[in-house]
């Protein structure tokens, strides 16, 4: 089993940056997929951007290609994603999930975290 803890959000005007981390527990982070995800009240969760277990292949939601890197150290057992030219549609509660392989369904995961407030002002 594993248990992610997301930190890293906040406040921020529009363009600005953020870089959320996602510490996950347990010796077999390394054998998980990640996934980062975004809901507002009233809609569903949305994908974010994904990463394979070696960190060799990424994929990012259309809506943040070019201004998101997700990445990750399996050494620490941690998760990032860093957000650039940030826009008051970007805020969400922001979770990262684990599962088999970096797939855009919610579905496909199997551990989450319990997210972190993401507000971007105008």
């Known amino acids: 089993q594993v248990q992610l803890v997301e930190s890293g959000g906040g406040l921020v005007q529009a363009g600005g940056s953020l870089r959320l981390s996602c510490a996950a527990s347990g010796r077999t982070f390394k054998t998980y997929a990640m996934g980062w995800f975004r809901q507002v009240p009233g809609k569903e969760r949305e994908f974010v951007a994904s990463i394979s277990q070696s960190g060799a292949s990424t994929y990012y939601a259309d809506s943040v290609k070019g201004r998101c890197t997700i990445s990750r150290d399996n050494a620490k057992n941690t998760v990032y994603l860093q957000m650039n030219s940030l826009k008051p549609d970007d805020t969400a509660v922001y979770s990262c999930?684990?599962?088999?392989?970096?797939?855009?369904?919610?579905?496909?995961?199997?551990?989450w975290g319990q997210g972190t407030q993401v507000t971007v002002s105008s």
């Open positions: 999930a684990a599962g088999v392989f970096p797939q855009t369904n919610t579905e496909r995961y199997d551990y």
